[in-house]
Each structure stands twice: as C-alpha cells, then as structure tokens.
C-alpha cells in the first residue's frame, strides 16, 4: 500500500542531485489579485502541486496514480493533472505538477483536490484537499 505523506501548493521546488533532498519555495495560500474586473480572469500565473509520497511497507514494492481537481468556490472541479506514483525501486516518490496559469470565476476559496488509485483497486480515494484563497483588490494605479 501506498501512503500519502503530503501535497502543498507552491511556487517552486527542487530536488537536491546529491543528496536527493527536497526543497519546497513559496507556499502558496493567498493569493490577492489587482484587478478592476469582478468576475473570470485567466491568470498566468507559474505554480505546482509539490506530492510526496512513500511505501506504507518499506519492504513491498507498489505502483498507483495520482490526480489532481481543481474546485472554484461555487463547486465546479476539472481534472488539471495526472501522474504516476513509482515505488517499484524506490521507498519515497515525489510528484510535481506544474500549472503556467489559473482560471478565476470570481473572489473565493478554491481547493486542489488530490486522489490517490492503487494498481489494486478501480476506487480513487481522496487523500488532500489544498485550499487557495482569492481576493480581488482595485488595480494600484
């Protein structure tokens, strides 16, 4: 069985060659937007999902999938990022997925939905849910 460590909403992360060490920059929580607009805006902004991952056995190899929904205020969600989870040869996994811009309907909190599927099983099972908060502001000008 695959266990879910944790997933966070960030601007960048790197992983260390040498050491295979992660780093996670710029936790994303908040987000105020300038704008004179109040309703959909498409954002360009570059963010990623930042999973870890790790063997609930650390001496049985497992496989699974990942995926990620996307959930504005009113309640609407879209797929916006898949990927496998490899612990076939490895005790840890980690997996990023890296957004170039968000779509706003509006001021609100949003929400990351992150699901996890074993090789096992058909059933996906929710295991994160990472909230963004939205406010809009008047443009500075």
């Not at 997933?7 to 060659?17: A, K, L, M, Q, T």
């Not at 040498?18 to 929580?29: F, K, Q, R």
């Not at 309703?39 to 990623?48: A, I, V």
Request: proline share 4%; aromatic share 10%; hydrophobic share 35%.
């Amino acid at each position: 069985m695959i266990n879910h460590v944790f997933s966070i909403i960030c601007e960048h992360s790197s992983i260390d060659s040498e050491t295979n060490t992660a780093s996670i920059l710029g936790v994303l929580e908040h987000l105020t937007v300038f704008t004179d607009e109040s309703g959909d805006l498409n954002l360009p902004l570059q963010f990623e999902i930042f999973s870890h991952w790790a063997r609930e056995n650390v001496d049985q190899p497992d496989q699974g999938q990942m995926r990620v929904y996307f959930c504005t205020p009113s309640g609407q969600k879209k797929l916006t990022g898949s990927g496998p989870i490899d612990l076939s040869s490895v005790t840890f996994y980690r997996l990023r997925i890296r957004y170039n811009g968000i779509e706003l309907s509006g001021p609100g909190l949003y929400k990351f939905i992150v699901e996890y599927q074993s090789t096992e099983d058909a059933e996906w099972v929710v295991v994160a849910q990472l909230s963004l908060l939205v406010t809009y502001a008047a443009s500075k000008q």
